[in-house]
């Protein structure tokens, strides 16, 4: 889920405790409370988030655009392809590495940085939209805090922030480091951002139903069927996120 990021460096994007170096290297990682390992990387789908390209054909996407941990940069490499001026950061080497050599690959102009999103180090400003698919919940209140504020120093007035964010039943089966409840998340944003949106939506993972009850099997329902996930019809689970979009006063 590239965005099931809990924070690479300190980490800075995805679930407590990854290593997301290793990940994006290729080796085995544990998920969750009970160490369960795989060496899949459930928020990589090879294709974009299919809320961002719904975004993306409904006018909500304007130039340039900075995405927050970017992973392999599909996203990135999406948008880049619709036209728009991208920038791209996450915090793990080998991510950053693997974007640019897609990159190269599609011809593309995207430029993936290596940055810690609560520093923002390196991060020119400027920017009208940015891209949080599914970072934002993996970082605890303070980093939150930080990182919205960092934000606001390199984004225009005006700019439109669209974040896909766990649910707050989901980050807690997840052991995430801060509350995903709405009220929680109102908090986060209230120095500087407007909330527009904030919606329950189905969040697309690169992972089948077996692989997602392997990997987290106390979110199961029963031992037969987790009834809490859907699946779309490539048969990818579908998992319940808040779409944010929030506004730059």
């Not at 480091?177 to 009220?183: F, G, I, K, S, V």
């Amino acid at each position: 889920m590239a965005d099931l990021h809990p924070a690479h460096d300190r980490q800075d994007s995805r679930e407590p405790g990854i290593d997301f170096e290793a990940v994006y290297q290729g080796r085995e990682i544990s998920y969750g409370a009970d160490d369960r390992r795989s060496d899949l990387i459930p928020w990589e789908l090879d294709a974009p988030q299919p809320l961002l390209v719904e975004l993306e054909a409904a006018g909500e996407i304007t130039g340039p655009v900075l995405e927050c941990g970017c992973g392999l940069g599909d996203n990135a490499l999406f948008l880049a392809g619709r036209g728009y001026e991208v920038t791209a950061f996450d915090a793990a080497p080998s991510a950053i590495e693997r974007s640019r050599a897609k990159a190269d690959a599609a011809g593309s102009a995207v430029t993936f940085t290596v940055a810690d999103a609560t520093e923002l180090h390196g991060i020119p400003g400027g920017f009208r939209t940015v891209v949080d698919s599914a970072m934002l919940h993996c970082l605890d209140t303070d980093q939150r805090r930080t990182y919205l504020a960092g934000l606001r120093r390199v984004c225009a007035p005006g700019a439109r922030l669209h974040a896909l964010c766990f649910r707050g039943e989901l980050a807690a089966r997840l052991k995430m480091p801060a509350e995903t409840d709405e009220r929680s998340l109102r908090e986060a944003f209230r120095d500087g951002w407007t909330i527009r949106r904030m919606e329950s939506r189905d969040y697309t993972t690169g992972l089948t139903r077996q692989a997602w009850e392997d990997l987290v099997p106390a979110a199961s329902g029963s031992p037969e069927r987790d009834d809490s996930v859907s699946v779309d019809q490539h048969g990818r689970v579908l998992l319940p996120f808040w779409q944010i979009t929030a506004e730059l006063a």
